[in-house]
Every structure is written in structure tokens, then in C-alpha cells.
């Protein structure tokens, strides 16, 4: 089993920045890939960012590409979510998942292919 604790979030005006993190205790999380997702009110949850076990392979949904960085430190078991120039529309939220195929490079994009979810943390960005 792997826990996933989220920290960060909460309310920032449009221009802003906030930093996600997502923290891992139980197996080995570094040979996870790990995923952020969101989910606004009467939406579906939505692929935000992905980075696979060793950091080596990134992937943005085109909504954010070029405004939200993710990294992880396998050190510390922790994978960030770098979220800058927010806009109103980033106001859902956000989830971090492990996928629990080990040493994967790919990344998957849905929601069924990750076995383990962080509790959620709400980003609201202010117009």
C-alpha cells in the first residue's frame, strides 16, 4: 500500500502562484509514476500533469503546458506540482495518484490506471 498526503492550495488571484505537494509513505513510492488530476464542481476529473518513477518523462494536459511544472524528489518521497500564471479556470481539486506499475515509463492519462489517490486539495484562483 502506498498513502499519499497532499499539502498546499488554497486561494490566489488570477497571475498568481502556488505549489502543490504530494507525499508518499508505504512501498516504494520512486518507482511509481505519479499523476495530478482536478475536478471542478460538475466536471469529470481531468489529467493535469504526469512524471514518470525517475523523473526522466513529463507530460502536461495542453490546458496547462508552459504555466505548470511538475518535479518529484524520490529523496523524499515527494512529488510537486508547480502551478504559475493560474487562471480563474484552474479553480477545482487537485489530486495526486500513484500508479502502481513500477518503473513505467509511460504515463498514463485517466483516472482507472492509477492505484493509489491523495485526499484532494482545493485551488480556487480569484478573477
Known amino acids: 500500500q502506498v498513502q499519499l498526503v497532499q499539502s498546499g492550495g488554497g486561494l490566489v488571484q488570477a497571475g498568481g502562484s502556488l505549489r502543490l505537494a504530494c507525499a508518499a509513505s508505504?512501498?516504494?513510492?520512486?518507482?511509481?509514476?505519479v499523476g495530478w488530476f482536478r475536478q471542478a464542481p460538475g466536471k469529470e476529473r481531468e489529467f493535469v500533469a504526469g512524471i514518470n518513477w525517475n523523473g526522466g518523462n513529463t507530460h502536461y494536459a495542453d490546458s496547462v503546458k508552459g504555466r505548470f511544472t511538475i518535479s518529484r524528489d524520490n529523496a523524499k518521497n515527494t512529488v510537486y506540482l508547480q502551478m504559475n500564471s493560474l487562471k480563474p479556470e484552474d479553480t477545482a481539486v487537485y489530486y495526486c495518484a500513484a500508479d502502481g506499475r513500477a518503473t513505467a515509463h509511460t504515463i498514463v492519462v485517466v483516472p482507472i490506471g492509477y492505484d493509489y489517490w491523495g485526499q484532494g486539495t482545493q485551488v480556487t484562483v480569484s478573477s
Open positions: 508505504g512501498r516504494p513510492f520512486s518507482m511509481y509514476a
